[in-house]
């Protein structure tokens, strides 16, 4: 469970390494003669209120009768060109701003060897410690760097094994002009306004040197001769997450707070603390694929030389692929977090980062929290939650003034400020349907946990009002009298239509969802019975074209030869539950599938492993593995779109975790697509719907042993092929559980807290057919 290099990073984005505490994030280069430690604070952005312009993406004034004109397009010619609904409905970005970085912290360090002797730079994902070392002159120097949730800190260490030899500078550099760096009693202070939205921002770093001496100067701090040195960092704005002025308490009490709290704690307290902290998450799931990563053999080494075959070597670097997916997102994601991961996470080196490293909603940051719930990661999904329901306010008013519609409603992409309009790049700036989705993982966490208070007091609210919205906007379709979303944008693909199919999907889904809430709930029978009635005049959005394939648009015009990223008429099979294996409208998505290819960017692939999971074609589900780890990985195992996006490594997670485990039907079905390359493993802690948590044991490619642990007491259903050849159910101390068993799968009332081992037997008597 470690990344290590035997070179110093140059690059931050191929080589360097993460770490974080969710709302703090830096990024190690472990250098010799300089280290370098690029950080993040993730509220630090610009745009948004104070931003010259900024009109939440809403229409700056009046458009009657815009979106009636551009359905009355589509109603008679059957599409319309991005360019020409853009031109109607978009709008200019104003004040849309960016995530920003803090800046770097530069250690200067003196008598720097040319040639050090056993370099090792590595990061350790079960400590969530980054480490340097190496030897000259006969000492070891080592440094070792972690980000404390506890703490609200990032701390580093610089020692070495003869006293007296730590020497270093330390100084800040920025591209923000729009700051002052001061040092005084060993802490430098970084603060400053920006420019642009006058966001306060504040960081201070401690120095606490043992031996030496140290001395502050100007905008810099210099530690001559210690034995060791600590550096303690905290760093803030302003920002909150309020609508509409999105603006809380000057950052300097909480950022000083924090600071001196760490620096008057012993360094190797902070240090148990975290490790406690972050291994309470990471620990909770374990993967075993029968490999071992070659002595000697770097991480980027191990990479390059990845084929996704059968040695033991590519099983370490996938197992070590799906604990980097989970350890990016604790390092990311917090539960005491204001803001959820963004498309790069935490981590940005720049002033204008790709996509303004913002959160794209037509599927980028749902995919980053695929894998909260399933990889047993519940705690980080808090701030996606907190986030989303953050957007109603701002999103009541675009749905009012824009639409004309109830509930709320959000476009393409976000930010913390709540833009929830438009904007003007037409492929890419309507996408109303991204709420409704946002709302999925709400109630996903509810049939996880089963929490009725989270159901009533958090997602419901949100659920229903982004039902309400589509009930007042949907459309009938003159073909077919349906209800249809209309103006209707396949992502990022194609014309502009009515009813294309992920819009229907999306929307039966949300629609459905609700009034499943409201039912167990027993509120809201108005709205049950107007969601009812649309679900019955919906489009299903499902339709098997003249080429067997699952169509994206109502028309059937998908072309054989379109190898487009985007697969968005595969929404109800991932991650919609609609398609179930087996079904026509399950071999037509594989006809989908197969002609769009293996190809595409990295968050593209991934999602493709998640596909081919739900179809339990194990074999492809891994071939797309494999292809993002071959042409999508950086070397230190970022995926790259190109550039870097986190969310390919976070959808893949999610998808090796659908190879093992899946429950969208309610039935936990263990090994579902467990594809022939992982011949022997073990996985524990994964998580499935109804309160589950899965352990699993397989040779030879056939479990041979299932355990459960339910939440709450009550019915469980477990499925698994080798159930079909006779088995036993017993908890902890030998009972049997008095299951029944139909084919693959069985049925008994479990416990709460009760450990249920299913084993393979050829006569299993005391299970009934």
Known sequence: MTLWYDEPATDWETQALPIGNGPLGAMVFGGVAGERLQFNEKTLWTGGPGSPGYDFGNWTSPRPGAIAEVRRQIDRDGSMAPEAVAAVLGQ?????????????????????????????????LREAVARVGYSAGGVRHSREYFASNPGGVIVGRLSADRPGTVSFTLRHTSPHEDKTVTAAGGRLTVRGRLSDNGMVFEAQVQVIAQGGTRTDAGDRITVTGADSAVLVLSAGTDY?????????????????????????????????????????????????????????????????SYTGGASAA????????????????????????????????????????????????NINLQMNYWLAEQTNLHETAKPYIRYVAALVEPGRRTARDMYGARGWVVGDETTPFGFTGVHDWPTAFWFPEAAAWLTQHLYDTYRFTGDETYLRETAYPVLKGAAEFWLDFLHTDPRDGTLVVSPSYSPEHGDFSAGAAMSQQIVREVLANAVAAARTLGVDADL?????????????????????????????????????????HLYALHPGDRIRPGTPEAEAAKV????????????????????WARLLDGDHAHRMLAEQLKGSTLDNLWDTHPPFQIDGNFGAASGIAEMLVQSHHDVVHVLPALPSAWKDGSVSGLRARGGVTVDAVWRNGAAGSVTVRKGRTGPITVRSSFIAGGCRVHDERGHEAGARRDGDTLTWTARAGTAYTITSSRNAPTISS
């Open 528 to 568: 049950q019975a107007e969601a009812v009635a649309a679900l019955a005049r919906l489009d299903h959005g499902l339709r098997v074209g003249s080429w067997g394939q699952l169509q994206e648009w109502k028309s059937d015009r998908d072309a054989r030869d379109d190898t487009h990223r985007h697969v968005s």
């Open 92 to 124: 200019a970005r104003s004040g849309y701003g960016a995530y920003q970085t803090f800046g770097d912290l530069f250690l200067d360090l003196t008598g720097a060897p040319a040639t050090p002797e056993g370099y090792r730079r590595e990061l350790s």
């Open 314 to 361: 590519d099983r370490a670097l996938e197992s070590l692929f799906f604990a980097y997916g989970r350890y990016l997102l604790i390092a990311s994601s917090r539960e005491n977090d204001l803001l959820p991961a963004n498309l790069q996470g935490v981590w940005n080196t720049s002033t204008a980062p790709p996509w303004s490293a913002d959160y794209h909603v």
């Open 592 to 611: 989908s599938l197969a002609a769009r290819g293996d190809g595409g960017t990295g968050w593209s692939k991934a999602w493709k492993i998640n596909f």
């Open 240 to 304: 909150a997450d309020t609508y509409p002025a999105y603006r809380g308490e000057d950052p300097h009490a909480r950022v000083t707070a924090a600071v001196d709290a760490a620096a008057a704690t012993p360094y190797d307290e902070l240090r148990r603390a975290h490790v406690a902290d972050h291994r309470e998450l990471f620990d909770r799931v374990a993967l075993d694929l029968g490999g071992a990563a070659p002595a000697g053999v770097p991480t980027d080494r191990l990479r390059a």
